[in-house]
T-cell receptor, first 109, second 117 residues
Framework: GQSLEQPSEVTAVEGAIVQINCTYQ??????LSWYQQHDGGAPTFLSY????GLEETGRFSSFLSRSDSYGYLLLQELQMKDSASYFC??????????FGAGTQVVVTP | ETGVTQTPRHLVMGMTNKKSLKCEQH?????MYWYKQSAKKPLELMFV???????ENNSVPSRFSPECPNSSHLFLHLHTLQPEDSALYLC????????????????FGPGTRLTVL
């Protein structure tokens, strides 16, 4: 089976940097994705790591270490609009996507 | 605009009612999904369809019945639901198919907020 662990909530001020960690256990790992969901909205794709290392997309970066079964999402120069839930999701070798419980990021002025 | 629409956006039903949720994707994708999202819980995958064929049924109770008449439309038929079935039901689509590389990004609809009385 699969399991994913991520913190339930993180609070930070505008302009700060936030790192959301995700550890996973899976029988067949293919890649790690990150999705963002604002209150009342639909989850939207942010980033994907299929190989070890860092992927950068503007203010957001995602990192993967397959040997450690670990990844993180880095949010830089936090803005109020970044207040949302962030989900890590593991794609297994059969294409199935399993989501973590989500991390609520609260950005304060 | 995500390209995935869902109707209705809100639904209140009694335990003896029968209702259906509808999802439509305009992205030319081959795979469609139903998820259940309850407060403080992970997104729970319910059903997966690839090229109109059901490829995943994640031990979902039979009071939930999916239907996929074509690659663009997905329905979730509901009957004799329980109050614990109250949740946000999300539909998603992706390119799908076999042998794909990369994330096979899923595009989500806005969801149907279901309340079972």
């Amino acid at each position: 089976g699969q399991s994913l662990e991520q913190p339930s909530e993180v609070t930070a001020v505008e302009g700060a940097i936030v790192q959301i960690n995700c550890t996973y256990q899976t029988s067949g790992f293919y890649g790690l994705s990150w999705y963002q969901q604002h209150d009342g909205g639909a989850p939207t794709f942010l980033s994907y790591n299929g190989l070890d290392g860092l992927e950068e997309t503007g203010r957001f970066s995602s990192f993967l270490s397959r040997s450690d079964s670990y990844g993180y999402l880095l949010l830089q120069e936090l803005q109020m609009k970044d207040s949302a839930s962030y989900f890590c999701a593991v794609r297994d070798s059969w294409g199935k996507l399993q989501f973590g419980a989500g991390t609520q990021v609260v950005v304060t002025p | 605009e995500t390209g995935v629409t869902q109707t209705p956006r809100h639904l209140v039903m009694g335990m003896t009612n029968k209702k259906s949720l509808k999802c439509e994707q305009h992205l030319g994708h081959n795979a469609m999904y139903w998820y259940k999202q309850s407060a403080k819980k992970p997104l729970e995958l319910m059903f997966v369809y690839n090229f109109k064929e059901q490829t995943e049924n994640n031990s979902v109770p039979s009071r939930f019945s999916p239907e996929c008449p074509n690659s663009s439309h997905l329905f979730l038929h509901l009957h004799t639901l329980q109050p614990e079935d109250s949740a946000l039901y999300l539909c998603a689509s992706s390119q799908g198919g076999a042998g794909l590389t990369g994330p096979d990004t899923q595009y989500f609809g806005p969801g149907t907020r279901l309340t079972v009385l």
